[in-house]
């Protein structure tokens, strides 16, 4: 079955930085990676995905990049701010369900 | 429109006690999942529901887990004769129709299970 991997489990970085979280998978028919966002104590909530058929993909300071023959998938989080510290987890699809990674705790220092 | 809501919110219970979470999924989607979170872990799946087909139970832990899906709509897991290993974070997401698991997921915001 699919199995993903997450590092780094804990990341701190100084407000305005970039942040880098990455990922691999082992199951090749893994068409969807999503990530997710979550605050202590709150849902996991869907902050971007990206499907195959792109290598990457934006949105304002956040970004996904995949590499499907070396089966990794990676977020990149550009001038962070306090208000990104959370844990973020990845996921790929697989046989209908998403298996997710281990997560990463983010802390941006002010 | 509404979000998928779960309920209760807590619950605490003693062991060996039966417990049911409920689940009411996004209207319109009609795939639902569960999964576990453990305190400071990962999402663990447990058990996923796709319209009309079979559901996939492949990440139940154990017999004393089950689940069902009525009308289509509102899902209950139960767990029986609750262990303290239990205790956990117990989430629920919907999609829209993705027979491959490649549509977003939204959660709800979880039942917090607790087993004294």
């Known amino acids: 079955g699919e199995n993903v991997e997450q590092h780094p489990s804990t990341l701190s970085v100084q407000e305005g930085d970039s942040a880098v979280i990455k990922c691999t998978y082992s199951d090749s028919a893994s068409n969807y990676f999503p990530w997710y966002k979550q605050e202590l104590g709150k849902r996991p909530q869907l902050i971007i995905d990206?499907?195959?058929?792109?290598g990457e993909k934006k949105d304002q300071r956040i970004a996904v990049t995949l590499n499907k023959t070396a089966k990794h998938f990676s977020l990149h989080i550009t001038e962070t701010q306090p208000e990104d510290s959370a844990v973020y987890f990845c996921?790929?699809?697989?046989?209908?369900?998403?298996?997710f990674g281990q997560g990463t705790e983010l802390s941006v220092k002010p | 429109g509404a979000g998928v809501s779960q309920s209760p919110s807590n619950k605490v219970t003693e062991k060996g006690k039966d417990v049911e979470l409920r689940c009411d999924p996004i209207s319109g989607h009609t795939a639902l999942y569960w999964y576990r979170q453990s305190l400071g872990q990962g999402l663990e799946f447990l058990i996923y529901f796709q319209g009309n087909s079979a559901p996939d139970k492949s990440g139940l832990p154990s017999d004393r887990f089950s689940a069902e899906r009525t009308g289509g709509s509102v899902s209950t897991l139960t767990i029986q004769r609750t262990q303290q290993e239990d205790s956990a974070v117990y989430l629920c997401?919907?999609?829209?129709?993705?027979?491959?698991?490649?549509?977003?997921?939204?959660f709800g915001d979880g039942t917090r299970l607790s087993i004294l």
């Open positions: 990206i499907r195959s058929n792109v």
């Open positions: 997401a919907s999609s829209i129709q993705g027979a491959s698991g490649n549509q977003p997921q939204h």
């Open positions: 996921a790929a699809n697989q046989g209908g369900k998403l298996i």
